[in-house]
């Protein structure tokens, strides 16, 4: 079986590097930062931290030496989801093509290239620490599901699910994935932006109650966009706001999205609250808070 | 009539230097050294104007003389400061101008004393280049209005003063109008520009795409003239207007709560904000944008320390 991870940035990696751990499985990566690739090929791709793994893999910045694959993970941050995809698709013309982004639009974008393609939502974190090496600072769950206009046939997304799950990525395929996907969108979009626009982490954004309140609002729009779609959250964003908000949890945790705005990079704001405000557009559900919050964060992306 | 201002940032400088031209000045500093400078090297302007104006200026307002005319041209956090600093029953004689940003100065300054208060609204702006230094921008005018008992004629001597000084200025019979206008402008324009870094420029005004920033911009707007209305207040200018004008005069203004936010400074946000958002709370209105941008306004200061 060969899977092909697209995007091998700090989450793309742990898929690589641990899937290449396992002999019926040969791992390709695709990335564009030809340093990380090089490094790769020359000493394999080293975890280290909550797992610590060598995987032996092929790297390529080049799509056209990607051999047709069975599987594909996308792993880019949802800005390059488009060009990623459309680069890779003619590797994935036979085969099912699973994503592992943050937001949402990601498997539209997949879509649109792309004929099997599956949902999916994964917990674990890393970090880049050098070419070729990345802290893996959180293992977690990965939940894997067709993704309804242009589904892959349960039977493959049951194969990614059990390589990954066998791989040391536990992972779980099921009919629906999007209760999982878009609690995490409402966490995400409920607490990065605000963490970006006020410099204050998790846990300080939470203990001010006037702030707490504003991110209640975005949860409640956030859950009212889910349920107009009949999609049912597998858990309360608000608990597991409240929960990463404890000192022994995440008190101290920046936001990404916080990260990016203090190196002034590009954020997901587009396919967080942007994709809440579109999906809830459609379904005709107000979402003047997370409009609001997407507008000051292009703002800000806009200053740079 | 002598005059005192109070405060020698741009706006300060600008009122003190013009009326210079046409009065006895006394400034009032916070720090001693910019005193000196002035009492050195006068106080020059450029830009629209290009002239240096001779100033008595104290960091200690036990050191100043009688005066009739007051202007408290501090921002919105020196208030306080600057009324305490008047009061305690020196200078009976005076009377008190406040041309702060936002709602309250004229509370703040009236527990201090039982002077004649008139409120101000400006619309000028300049850029301080040194203590000594002015650069005048914008000669849009500056509104004055009497505040509770203060006599209408009273109002407008002061106006015609600063127009003899070669400002440009109004005397209006009730300043809630204008007020509440450059209110809902400064809380918006202000607000938004301190969270996203952008100066006040033509993103401001873009409502094309469904992420553009004008349409937060209109919705902030929409719900300060609903609170507005509520108040029962009938705005001189709509703010939205005011926004799309200003967004077109070329060089992008740096709002001032954006400045304070960069250098990490208190800003104006209570009386900006925080002020609209309890008018809105007073009169029974949802403002969930405008609360929202007060909120993290706060919580941006608060990431300071």
């Known amino acids: ?304 | 009539m002598r005059a005192c201002i109070v405060g020698a940032g741009s706006i300060g400088s600008l009122f003190a230097a013009h009326l210079a031209t046409v009065t006895d000045v006394l400034v009032l500093t916070r720090r001693d050294e910019h005193a000196r400078a002035l009492n050195e090297k006068g106080l020059r302007v450029s830009g629209r104007h290009d002239f240096t104006a001779r100033v008595t200026a104290a960091s200690d307002a036990r050191d100043l003389p009688d005066f009739e005319l007051g202007i408290v041209a501090t921002k919105a956090t020196g208030v306080e400061a600057a009324a305490e600093a008047l009061g305690g029953g020196r200078f009976p004689g005076a009377t008190i101008i406040t041309v702060q940003n936002g709602l309250g100065a004229e509370e703040i300054v009236r527990a201090h004393g039982d002077w004649p208060l008139v409120s101000g609204v400006t619309f000028m702006s300049g850029t301080k280049h040194s203590d000594t230094h002015v650069e005048y921008i914008l000669d849009t005018p500056t509104w004055l209005g009497p505040y509770g008992e203060t006599p209408f004629a009273r109002v407008q001597e002061i106006a015609q003063l600063l127009v003899d000084g070669g400002l440009k200025a109004e005397a209006l019979p009730d300043l809630l109008p204008a007020q509440w206008s450059k209110l809902i402008f400064n809380a918006t324009v202000n607000g938004v520009a301190a969270l996203t870094g952008l100066p006040h420029d033509e993103h401001f005004a873009k409502e094309s795409e469904l992420g553009d920033l004008g349409h937060l911009v209109h919705g902030l707007v929409d719900e300060g003239k609903r609170v507005a209305a509520a108040a029962g207040v009938e705005l001189h200018d709509d703010p939205w207007e005011m926004n799309v004008l200003a967004t077109k005069r070329g060089s992008a203004h740096y709002p001032s709560m954006l400045e304070d936010v960069e250098a990490r400074r208190p800003t104006e946000v209570e009386l900006i904000n925080g002020a609209l958002v309890r008018e809105a709370e007073r009169h029974g209105v949802e403002a969930p944008l405008q609360t929202a941008v007060y909120r993290l306004v706060k919580a941006r200061e608060a990431s300071y320390s």
């Open chain 1, 1 to 304: 079986v060969k899977v092909c991870v697209v995007g091998c940035g700090a989450v793309g990696s742990l898929f690589a590097a641990n899937l290449a751990q396992l002999d019926d499985i040969e791992v390709w990566a695709y990335d564009l930062a030809q340093e990380h690739v090089d490094a790769i090929n020359r000493d394999g791709l080293r975890l280290s931290g909550a797992g610590d793994v060598v995987g032996r893999l092929r790297a390529t910045s080049d799509a056209a030496q990607l051999p047709p694959c069975d599987f594909g993970i996308v792993a880019t941050k949802a800005m390059h989801t488009s060009g990623a995809i459309a680069a890779t698709a003619p590797a994935f013309s036979d085969g099912c093509v699973a994503t592992v982004q943050n937001g949402l639009g990601n498997e539209e974008a997949i879509a649109e290239h792309v004929g099997r393609v599956i949902r999916g939502t994964t917990f674990p974190a890393g970090k880049i620490v050098a070419p070729g090496h990345v802290q893996w600072d959180v293992k977690g769950d990965t939940t894997l599901g067709p993704f309804e206009p242009k589904p892959a046939p349960p039977a493959e997304i049951e194969r990614l699910a059990d390589a990954c799950t066998r791989a040391g990525m536990p992972t779980a395929a099921v009919a629906d994935a999007r209760g999982p996907q878009w609690r995490k969108v409402i966490f995400n979009a409920s607490t990065n932006p605000i963490g970006a626009l006020t410099g204050l982490t998790h846990g300080r954004v939470c203990e001010d109650p006037a702030l707490r309140a504003l991110v209640s609002g975005l949860v409640e729009e956030g859950k009212a966009v889910a349920t107009a779609q009949g999609i049912e959250l597998d858990a309360d964003p608000e608990e597991l706001i409240d929960h990463a908000a404890r000192p022994d949890v995440a008190y101290d945790h920046k936001a990404s999205m916080l990260q990016d705005a203090e190196a002034r990079r590009a954020t997901e704001i587009d396919y967080l609250n942007g994709g809440l405000v579109r999906f809830g557009d459609e379904h005709g559900v107000p979402t003047p808070l997370n409009r609001a919050i997407w507008a000051l964060v292009k703002g800000l992306e806009r200053s740079w």
